[in-house]
């Protein structure tokens, strides 16, 4: 493996105090020793997709990685678990949210970790905030950038909280 690599996170939250985890997330993440924080977007308050359910608060976050896309995973899962995330319903209400959404160039599909995350191309909340810091990334299976993909969703329910 090369020496460092770029990943994109996507947070989310919409139980508890949401700014407050989200940014303490970012800094758990931030303090594992492989995972450099290189840059994170403003947040968003969201309309939730899915079932009926309170807003999120959603931002992205880029980290310079040095350890492989499983072991990420495993460290986005354990610190979900750190902020109270227990699983219940798919798409249903979470204190924290971490989605991997770009690795690189990589494309993987196994049964834990797909990357890019399969949904991600079609998600206002991620590609709203994403674009603020990673406009240019290829996306590597549509092979378009970000700024590309992010002109053709529906905006209307993602509005800026605060700005970086
Ligand atoms: N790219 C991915 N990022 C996060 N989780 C992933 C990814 N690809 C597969 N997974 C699996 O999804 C569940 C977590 O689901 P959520 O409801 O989005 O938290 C996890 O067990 C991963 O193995
Ligand atoms: N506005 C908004 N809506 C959402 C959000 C979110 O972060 N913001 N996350 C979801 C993801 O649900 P889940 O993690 O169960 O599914 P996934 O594997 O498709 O990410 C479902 N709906």
Request: charged share 25%; glycine share 4%; net charge neutral.
């Amino acid at each position: 493996m090369k020496p460092s690599q770029s990943a994109a996170i996507a947070l989310g939250s919409n139980m508890g105090d949401s700014y407050k985890t989200l940014e303490a997330a970012i800094d758990t993440l931030a303090k594992i020793p492989g995972i450099i924080l290189q840059a994170k977007s403003s947040w968003y308050r969201t309309k939730a997709v899915g079932p009926p359910q309170p807003d999120y608060l959603n931002g992205c976050a880029i980290f310079q990685v040095e350890i492989p896309p499983v072991l990420l995973l495993e460290a986005l899962l354990r610190t979900e678990k750190k902020f109270g995330r227990v699983r219940r319903e798919q798409w249903g209400p979470r204190s924290l949210d971490l989605d991997l959404l770009l690795y690189d160039d990589i494309i993987m599909d196994t049964p834990h970790l797909q990357i890019p995350h399969p949904r991600m191309r079609s998600r206002a909340f991620v590609l709203i905030p994403l674009v603020e810091i990673a406009p240019d990334w290829v996306e590597p299976i549509s092979q378009r950038v970000i700024r590309d993909l992010a002109s053709e969703v529906d905006c209307s329910g993602v509005h800026l909280l605060n700005s970086i």
